[in-house]
Nanobody, 127 residues
């Protein structure tokens, strides 16, 4: 089972990027999916998550109003608008192995919920 993140790149502050996450080896269409990021010298942090049904989304305060997570068929996307220099990081997609499972809202932000991780895609935002 693999998660493949793509869409990263080098942009200027204020620009937009869309990241995509695709799975191979199994389907996560009915599983919680999330995006995390890790900047150099920092811990991996939660960015956004979408519930198994797609009906609920969750965001870190730092990206709320600028980033949008969505799922279309078997892929999960992270639309990133109004990018800031501090958004520079490696972005990872992640998946919960349990299907059709609902959690308390705060748990969607926890790394421990996610069992599968992609390899990461670099996002660099320059001023």
């Amino acid at each position: 089972v693999q998660l493949q993140a793509s869409g990263g790149g080098q942009v200027q502050a204020g620009d937009s990027l869309r990241l995509a996450c695709a799975a191979s080896g199994r389907s996560f269409s009915n599983n919680v999916m999330g995006w995390f990021r890790q900047a150099p010298g920092k811990e991996r942090e939660f960015v956004a998550a979408v519930s198994w049904s797609g009906g609920s989304t969750f965001y870190a305060d730092s990206v709320k109003g600028r980033f949008t997570i969505s799922r279309v068929n078997a892929k999960v996307y992270l639309q990133m608008n109004s990018l800031k220099v501090e958004d520079t990081a490696v972005y990872y997609c992640a998946a919960d192995e349990r299907s059709r499972t609902r959690y308390l809202d705060n748990y969607y932000k926890s790394r421990s919920l996610y069992n599968y991780w992609g390899q990461g895609t670099q996002v660099t935002v320059s001023s």
